[in-house]
């Protein structure tokens, strides 16, 4: 008599109960816990990945560094002189050219003295030979004002130990076409011609 009343509890119990989302799971044929199994990953896709990115990446960066490096020549050839693009003035001695010779040192006479170097090697015309404005120019050169004279005083400069061609039209008063400036560091041709005249009296002293 117990047992059934408390069955009729049991079934009462049931039936009050609030059903919940586990009362309404499908049933199917598994039983008891599953672990799921992780895929196995193909490391070999991502090895392969990383060297092919690698390899790509190296074969631009050689690329674009041989590239770079090609225009940077070509800009350096070309700031030199000595690109396709740039004409280059040859020295060209012409022995008609006018020149004048101006004494910028305490040395007597040495004009005169370059003056006949030049005529005698008919490396120009002499037109003019004086004493320059001041004693005391340090740099020697050779000026000219007419863009066609620059390869004559190229010509004339070197002949004179190698005298710095400069284009000004501060001499043009002067009306020649070359202007011989010579300073304390000029030791072309004359110098040592005046340099033996000033120690001959002085030995003829001694």
């Known amino acids: ?3 059934k009343h408390g069955d009729d509890a049991t079934a009462r ?3 009050e109960a609030t059903e919940d989302r586990f009362d309404r799971v499908p049933r199917s044929g598994r039983a008891g816990a599953h672990r799921l199994v992780a895929r196995r990953r193909r490391f070999w896709w991502y090895a392969v990945a990383v060297v ?3 390899v790509l990446l190296g074969g631009a960066g050689i690329f674009a560094l041989h590239s770079f490096g090609s225009g940077a020549t070509g800009m350096l050839e070309g700031g030199n002189g000595s690109g ?3 004409q280059r003035t040859e020295p060209e001695l012409d022995p008609e050219a006018s020149v004048a010779i101006l004494n910028g040192t305490k040395v007597s006479d040495l004009e005169n003295a370059v003056g006949r170097q030049i005529t005698d090697n008919e490396w120009g015309e ?3 030979a004086g004493i320059a404005a001041s004693d005391d120019v ?3 050169a050779v000026f000219y004002s007419a863009a066609e004279d620059e390869a004559a005083a190229l010509g004339l400069s070197a002949e004179l130990g ?3 061609p400069v284009r000004s039209s501060d001499y043009d008063e002067y009306g ?3 202007v011989v400036l010579l300073g304390a560091d000029y030791a072309g041709p004359g110098r040592d011609e005046v340099d033996e005249g000033e120690a001959a009296p002085a030995d003829a002293q001694g």
């Open 1 to 3: 008599m117990a047992r």
């Open 13 to 15: 119990a049931r039936a």
């Open 52 to 54: 092919l990115g690698v």
């Open 84 to 86: 396709s693009g740039v």
């Open 126 to 128: 002499i037109a003019f």
């Open 138 to 140: 340090e740099i020697s």
């Open 162 to 164: 190698g005298m710095s």
């Open 176 to 178: 020649v076409r070359l």
